[in-house]
């Protein structure tokens, strides 16, 4: 029995791994990001190949057994609980990844338009995604009223990132104001995630609960930037000091392997969250800051991108598995999607537009249509924070579907309008000069 299920789940990794990197070529030859292709052969799977494990190759053969909606990991067969493991493994080192690249000083010293565009994106798509819900459904199911909000306010800026360095135009006002404020806006998008799963664990919703968690989520975050900018210099001088002195002895210094004191560190940090009532992506992106002055010299970012890439597919294609076409066949669900998506845009849009304009006057209605565009990609944050919604089982597969499309959506459909509204304010960077020809 032991060797079926080996060859069951080796068989298995292999064939969703292959048909994943299918999906993500096929798509990004669009010029869509990968993460759309991956999505899509997860839903093609559950709802199509699967149709509830009773298709024979996947369900038979490969052991894929899916849980019926509605129903926890635990609900499917033991090769589906490794799938659904190996994709929160990947979601994990995803956030841990993004951490590398959230230098404290960079959170610091971000300014005050930086700063305000990311608290006003984040108070106006959390109020609008809450009261939306709340509409929705019955007013007293508040869980999936928190974690809507907490999708909306979710901003994936490294499609935007990617358009502007493709650009060449990392640096001007507007692709600055925008990668500051996406730094600020992951953090206070944890802090927002946080608070909103230890109410829902708690299952009370009294001011003292709130205050609580909020200071909780608050320390912990403080505690990590504390220690980022006081206790790792000193640890890395430390070290530094004693390689100087080794060699100056004519020793050879032998040094501690980078890579595998970040993983146990990313891993570690994921459990402490996890055991403190915090979600593990939130231990796994502060664990990243506390590496992030240094991820490029000890080449972090480059060593975790193979392990991310082979485990992050399985997380989509997850995400993908658990979209119910059926829910999508509701006039009422499309609805809501649709007016979601609009909503999810326009907050972005007037929120974070609107505090980069108070925050510098000199910002015009080009650069505020830039900026409020530029922050409106939810992509894969999004889908992580409802993802964790429903694996706890604080939100219905119907919002699910519809964060999941309203997700896909604005990743799709701002990065083009970011970049041709970059072009109308910098046509002259587009000017074919003589020596530029080949």
Request: net charge negative.
């Given at each position: 029995m032991e060797i079926e299920f080996l060859l069951q789940l080796l068989l298995a990794l292999a064939v969703l791994f292959l048909l994943a990197r299918v999906g993500s070529a096929i798509v990004s030859r669009f010029g869509l990001p990968g993460l759309i292709g991956e999505i899509i052969i997860g839903i093609i799977v559950a709802n199509i190949a699967l149709n509830g494990g009773e298709w024979t190759f996947m369900g038979d053969v490969l052991g894929i057994v899916m849980p019926e909606p509605g129903h926890g990991a635990e609900a499917g067969s033991d090769v589906y609980h490794v799938i659904y493991a190996m994709a929160e493994l990947g979601v994990i080192f995803?956030?841990?990844?993004?951490?590398?690249?959230?230098?404290?000083?960079?959170l610091l010293g971000s300014g005050r338009p930086a700063l305000l565009c990311a608290i006003l994106g984040v108070i106006l798509p959390f109020i609008a995604g809450f009261a939306?819900?709340?509409?929705?459904?019955?007013?007293?199911?508040?869980?999936?009223?928190?974690?809507?909000?907490a999708a909306m306010?979710?901003?994936?800026?490294?499609?935007?990132?990617?358009?502007i360095k493709d650009l060449h135009l990392m640096d001007t006002k507007e692709a600055r104001i925008i990668i500051a404020a996406a730094v600020i806006d992951d953090v206070l998008g944890m802090i927002v995630l946080a608070i909103v799963k230890g109410m829902a664990d708690?299952?009370?919703?009294?001011?003292?609960?709130?205050?609580?968690?909020?200071?909780?989520?608050?320390?912990f975050v403080l505690a990590i930037i504390a220690v980022c900018k006081w206790v790792v210099p000193r640890i890395y001088d430390y070290f530094d000091a004693r390689k100087r002195k080794v060699e100056a002895e004519g020793k050879v210094y032998r040094s501690m392997n980078k890579f595998v004191l970040a993983l146990i560190v990313c891993l570690f940090m994921a459990a402490f969250a996890e055991a403190i009532g915090l979600a593990a992506i939130i231990g796994a992106f502060l664990g990243g800051m506390l590496f992030a002055d240094y991820a490029w010299e000890w080449e972090l970012e480059h060593k975790f991108d193979s392990i991310t890439t082979f485990m992050l597919s399985f997380f989509f294609l997850n995400v993908g598995m658990q979209v119910d076409l059926t829910s999508l066949t509701s006039a009422t669900v499309i609805f809501l999607a649709v007016v979601i998506i609009i909503v999810a845009i326009l907050t972005k849009y007037v929120g974070c537009g609107i505090g980069a304009k108070i925050g510098d006057k000199s910002i015009d209605m080009k650069s505020f249509n830039i900026i409020g565009i530029g922050m409106a990609p939810?992509?894969?944050?999004?889908?992580?924070?409802?993802?964790?919604?429903?694996?706890?089982?604080?939100?219905?597969?119907?919002l699910y579907a519809v964060i999941v499309l309203m997700s896909v959506v604005t990743t799709i459909v701002a990065p083009p309008i970011v970049a041709r509204l970059f072009r109308k304010k910098y046509h002259e960077e587009y000017t074919i000069l003589p020596e530029d020809r080949v």
């Open positions: 995803l956030l841990f990844t993004v951490g590398l690249e959230t230098k404290v000083k960079d939306i819900v709340l509409m929705y459904e019955d007013p007293s199911n508040m869980n999936h009223a928190m974690f809507m909000g306010v979710a901003t994936s800026v490294g499609i935007t990132a990617r358009i708690s299952g009370e919703l009294s001011i003292g609960n709130i205050a609580s968690i909020t200071l909780q989520a608050v320390v939810r992509g894969e944050v999004g889908i992580i924070i409802a993802s964790i919604g429903l694996a706890s089982g604080y939100m219905s597969t119907d």
